[in-house]
């Protein structure tokens, strides 16, 4: 480990956020802050950057206790708005996963498939007020004797209800392109034939792992924004791949890591959970994510002054080569690149959009940083961080 | 020269003569046929994009509307639910018309009702639903 010229601990930042002297600023303001005075003057000068991002993020759903009604039961299959939940927890817990689509949508049967309502959107009408129609049944036992089940819950009524993610906030993900000659219906969203248009899913310089991209001011139990409420970190998501291909700047120029996040799911909101339908693909569930970084020394700062400029990821075909594990990429492109608008690939123009919302991802930083102003929301101390898992 | 976008319900006494031709012949304006269908109940719809001087395209409307042809424009039929959408850009990359569009360097998605052409191809490709078209309900069922 070098030396470093400022140094800070997050107990010293803390004390200054209960003082209402801790200056926070968003990742996108960092940029800038950097640029004007270096790494070393910005890490006197700020002590929290807060990132965002919102985007369709699979593995994300609930566990959800939904409390005995008599004569008892132990559940075994279980529906919530004819979604299934996975019922082989215990009596009456439950998860919810967020890509689950309803038990009788024709899914791909005629193609392309809508996929109107599924396990996130189950979570979004939960969070959102509404009654959810369940139904349970059981094989009976003598301790549990009912095998069936069918009543209205409110999320009020849930005894407990947890969101848990496996996998959110991939640091940096490929640009997708469809080079067949049909229109393909991916995660990635539609992509029309022989190149017509890429599709990104990045927050690019506001999103969270690419502000710590060797992951050394985050882990278990740092609180973060989650679903418009707070929520933890808990572990390294799955799929974290933390030896991908990196840029000097130490940010990954590949599909790299990601968090494993969890929170109570009563107080969130709809605004920041939302249910998805990916035409021809399933169901899913866009999660709202905000992680504040401490700036504890002039390396981090410098981490956290990263432009969409210097952050690269790679065009990867979607027709075949993403499914037949064909390692190729037709170009190497920048977020600033993508954000506008038009990249090129192989000497042409290509139309670039976005599945990620950056306005609401600078929403979710602005709103991070409120809170940190204000002196509600301090940091915590990872108990174990995420490069030493 | 004025350009716009309509919509027009032709009852069912009518979806079967040429009404349309009239309007270059004797209004001087021109039209870009964007969809054309015969509904179950044989009425007709149409979505014409009229290009012209301001008061021959009007004139042309009148005459339009003497065979009981409902004449809406595109914006009234398509719309955003902007509580629903979430500022993603998904839509963008499919819109034909760049009718929804990214404003920069704010990021924000914004659709602009004039250049809608009412193609429909963004309900599906939205991953929350957002966009509405009400383009196939029959002339009754929006009497009704």
Excluded at chain 1, 151 to 173: F, G, M, S
Excluded at chain 1, 233 to 246: D, F, L, S
């Amino acid at each position: 480990m070098k030396e470093h010229k400022v140094t800070k601990t997050i107990a010293e930042i803390n004390e200054r956020i209960r003082k209402g002297e801790a200056v926070v600023v968003t990742a996108e303001e960092m940029v800038g802050i950097v640029r004007e005075n270096g790494p070393e003057e910005a890490a006197r000068r700020i002590d929290v950057v807060t990132t965002g991002t919102f985007s369709p993020m699979c593995s994300s759903g609930a566990f959800l206790n939904f409390g005995q009604t008599l004569p008892t039961i132990k559940a075994a299959r279980v529906w919530l708005n004819n979604v299934p939940a996975y019922a082989g927890l215990a009596a009456v817990d439950i998860f919810l996963g967020g890509a689950e689509p309803a038990e009788d949508d024709p899914l791909n049967k005629v193609f392309p498939g809508e996929f109107r309502y599924g396990g996130g959107h189950v979570i979004e009408d939960l969070l959102a007020g509404k009654k959810v129609k369940l139904k349970a049944v059981a094989y009976g036992t003598d301790c549990y004797p009912n095998t069936i089940m069918e009543k209205e819950i409110t999320l009020a009524d849930l005894p407990n209800a947890l969101l848990v993610n496996p996998r959110n906030c991939y640091q940096n993900y490929n640009c997708a392109i469809n080079l067949s000659d049909k229109t393909i219906y991916t995660y990635m969203g539609t992509l029309r034939p022989r190149g017509k248009n890429v599709n990104y899913a990045t927050s690019g310089e506001l999103s969270p792992l690419l502000n710590d991209p060797l992951y050394r001011t985050i882990g278990l139990g740092s609180k973060i924004f989650l679903g418009g409420g707070t929520g933890y970190i808990t572990w390294h998501g799955t799929q974290h791949n933390p030896h991908a291909m990196r840029l000097a700047n130490q940010t990954p120029c590949r599909p790299a890591g990601t968090l494993m996040v969890q929170g109570e799911l009563k107080q969130m909101s709809a605004r920041w959970i939302k249910g998805i339908s990916m035409q021809g693909y399933g169901t899913t569930i866009a999660v709202g994510v905000g992680v504040p970084i401490p700036v504890l020394n002039e390396e981090i700062a410098g981490y956290t002054g990263v432009s969409d400029a210097e952050i690269m990821t790679q065009v990867v075909d979607y027709s075949y080569d993403c499914s037949h594990g064909v390692d190729r990429n037709y170009a190497e492109v920048s977020y600033a690149e993508l954000k506008s608008g038009q990249i090129e690939v192989n000497g042409r123009k290509v139309a670039t959009a976005s599945l990620s919302s950056v306005v609401r991802a600078r929403e979710i930083a602005e709103i991070l940083r409120e809170w940190i102003k204000s002196g509600d929301f301090t940091l915590t101390e990872p108990v174990k961080l995420i490069c030493d898992m | 020269m004025y350009s716009r976008i309509y919509v027009l319900r032709f009852p069912r006494e009518t979806s079967d003569k040429p009404i349309i031709s009239k309007l270059v012949k004797q209004y001087d304006v021109e039209f870009n046929i964007l969809k054309a269908t015969i509904l179950p109940h044989d009425e007709g719809l149409m979505v014409l994009e009229l290009t012209g001087h301001k008061n021959n395209i009007r004139e042309a409307l009148d005459y339009l509307k003497s065979f009981g042809v409902s004449i809406e424009s595109v914006s009234t039929i398509i719309r955003r639910d902007d509580d629903k959408c979430f500022q993603c850009g998904a839509c963008t990359g499919i819109c034909p018309a760049s009718a929804l569009y990214v404003q920069r360097p704010e990021m924000a998605v914004v659709f602009d009702t004039d250049k809608c052409t009412g193609c429909g191809l963004c309900v599906p490709v939205c991953p929350v639903r957002a966009m509405e078209v009400s383009l196939d309900q029959s002339v009754n069922a929006l009497k009704a």
